[in-house]
């Protein structure tokens, strides 16, 4: 046993639970799902910007950014619907993918869903890796949106519904904080395959991405299901076994009957709702439901995947050499990894809120400096950043980086998952990851030629939304540390100023 800690529930009650090794594994082994989902947002961008793979699949944009008699803006050298696609097509099927995912992962559990992300990565990694055309490339970014979607329903579930509370926060930033590894890991592959000979370096950036796929589908078999998912799903006996094993105490009937009395609510709350996601749209949801949407709305519009999508690629439009392009995006990749670290040790302790509001501030500076710096420096026809204001833009974008890593990032997954009711869990979810999905494509389709046709001012546009979130965040997102999971709605919903009202007719 790696410690052991009690976890006081509301009314006195205590739920004791140690922080067992086998909680410790199964967390590592589920959040390698975000590790598959930070690779392949961070490969395409690399791959994008590789000559090789422009030529084979993307001549027109190969030609614009070789071809120096052409007067081509440099906001617009990338701009081209296909060459977004690529990068959009996995998210756009993630979308699709989630809502087939909810009724998977309710009826077969978080464990199954898993593995069927697991599945569904090795195999478009496969026909990513080994494309000669277009369409077998973009069918590859499909299966791969494919697993995103599966796994991003299931993972962040399973984190928070295995974890003892304590810890809640910090195991399930587990997920968020494997997918900046994966952004990591991506941005390095890129490098170092950008300088093999032969130009076919893009093939093993995709490739590689089957490491990750196979540890997600390795784990999802050695894992347990998480004693919720048991015993929504009627295997009561099993879920109390799986619970004594993951909490190393043998008291654990405090834990699991609050357990199974949510369970109960749950049949009654479904009892009373005409569809699976009926629920959602009861009054005493709606705060949890309104949130959720909100916080993946604003996640996006932090403009932060605009930037790991096509770092490579918005750094050579800013006039860097493509390996300075590749070598700064690998630097970013390493402030997310331990900025997220930071949200780690710091999300149980300040808390949710604090973590939000703080980096409200830092992203809405840096961006306001990078939008001002790139008025004054780079034109459509001229680059010449030179070396103090290419610092400062690098310092900038770390910046940024860093304060997404510790708040909107993860927090953006944690809060959702760990505030929606037993019944609505499952559903609550789906609609997370596909308002998530939603927006990301949108994102990745869109913001090569937002940035052709708005320039620096796209990065003021991103911060306007950043102020937008951080007001939000001080009026109506909660705090919810340290509360139990089954307990939000005593605990937190009908003690918030605002969504109190939500709760005034939950007993009729």
Same mark, same amino acid.
């Given at each position: 046993?790696?410690g ?10 205590h ?8 909680v ?22 690399g791959?994008?910007s ?5 030529q ?9 950014t ?12 990338y ?6 696609l ?22 077969? /559990? #978080? ?6 992300a ?17 369409? &077998? !490339?973009? &069918?590859g ?8 979607g599966?796994? @991003? ?5 399973? =984190? ?5 509370? #304590?810890?809640?926060?910090? =195991? ?5 904080l @494997? ?7 991506? @941005? ?9 000979q ?13 490491i990750p796929a196979i ?11 998480t004693?919720?998912?048991?015993v929504?799903? /009627? ?8 619970l004594?094993?993951i ?16 369970s ?21 949801n709606?705060?949890?439901?309104i ?15 605009a ?7 918005l750094f050579s ?35 949710? #809120? ?44 770390c ?13 953006g ?20 990851v ?17 940035l ?10 991103f911060?306007a939304?950043? !102020? !937008?979130?951080?007001?939000f ?12 999971i ?11 100023w605002?969504w ?5 007719r939950?007993?009729?």
């Amino acid at each position: 046993m790696a410690g052991g800690i009690i976890t006081s529930a509301s009314g006195g009650t205590h739920f004791e639970a140690k922080i067992t090794f086998a909680v410790i594994i199964s967390c590592i082994m589920a959040a390698t799902g975000g590790l598959m989902f930070g690779y392949d947002i961070g490969i395409s961008g690399g791959v994008t910007s590789m000559p090789r793979f422009l030529q084979d699949f993307f001549p027109e944009v190969y030609i614009k950014t070789k071809d120096t008699r052409r007067k081509e803006s440099n906001y617009c050298k990338y701009d081209n619907q296909n060459l977004q696609l690529f990068t959009s097509s996995l998210y756009l099927a993630a979308l699709v993918a989630t809502i087939v995912a909810s009724p998977v992962n309710r009826t077969l /559990g #978080r464990k199954q869903t898993m593995l069927a992300a697991g599945f569904f990565f090795v195999v478009g990694t496969g026909f990513s890796s080994l494309a000669r055309s277009l369409f &077998i !490339l973009i &069918i590859g970014r499909v299966l791969l949106g494919c697993g995103v979607g599966f796994a @991003n329903q299931a993972v962040p579930l399973f =984190l928070s519904e295995i974890a003892p509370t #304590r810890i809640r926060g910090a =195991l399930n930033i587990l997920f968020q904080l @494997n997918i900046t590894i994966g952004i990591l890991l991506a @941005n390095l592959v890129n490098w170092f395959t950008s300088k093999m000979q032969g130009g076919n370096g893009w093939r093993v950036s995709l490739g590689f991405g089957g490491i990750p796929a196979i540890l997600l589908t390795i784990g999802s078999i050695m894992v347990e299901d998480t004693p919720n998912s048991l015993v929504e799903r /009627g295997f009561e006996e099993y879920a109390k076994v799986v619970l004594k094993k993951i909490r190393g105490v043998d008291n654990v009937d405090p834990e699991f009957e609050e357990i199974l009395n949510a369970s109960k609510a749950a049949r009654e709350a479904k009892g009373r709702s005409s569809a699976p996601f009926g629920g959602l749209l009861m009054r005493h949801n709606r705060p949890p439901f309104i949130i959720a949407i909100f916080m993946q709305v604003f996640q996006q519009f932090t403009g932060i995947n605009a930037i790991m999508f096509y770092a490579p690629v918005l750094f050579s439009t800013l006039g860097f050499h493509s390996d300075a392009s590749l070598y700064s995006a690998v630097i970013t990749g390493a402030v997310n990894v331990v900025s997220t670290l930071v949200s780690v040790y710091f999300v149980d302790k300040l808390g949710r #809120r604090v973590l939000l509001l703080e980096a409200g501030v830092q992203m809405f500076v840096s961006q306001m400096v990078i939008g001002a710096v790139l008025m004054k420096k780079v034109q459509d026809y001229s680059d010449d950043l030179g070396k103090g204001y290419a610092f400062l833009v690098v310092v900038m974008v770390c910046m940024f980086v860093s304060s997404f890593a510790w708040s909107w990032g993860p927090l953006g997954w944690l809060i959702p998952s760990e505030t929606f009711p037993l019944e609505t869990r499952s559903a609550g979810a789906s609609v997370t990851v596909f308002v998530n999905m939603l927006f990301t494509f949108l994102i990745a389709q869109s913001f090569l030629s937002m940035l052709c046709r708005m320039k620096f001012a796209i990065f003021w546009f991103f911060s306007a939304w950043v !102020l !937008l979130m951080s007001l939000f965040t001080i009026f109506l997102i909660p705090e919810t540390k340290n509360v139990p999971i089954e307990e939000m709605q005593e605990r937190v919903w009908k003690r918030h100023w605002f969504w109190k009202r939500f709760m005034d007719r939950i007993e009729d």
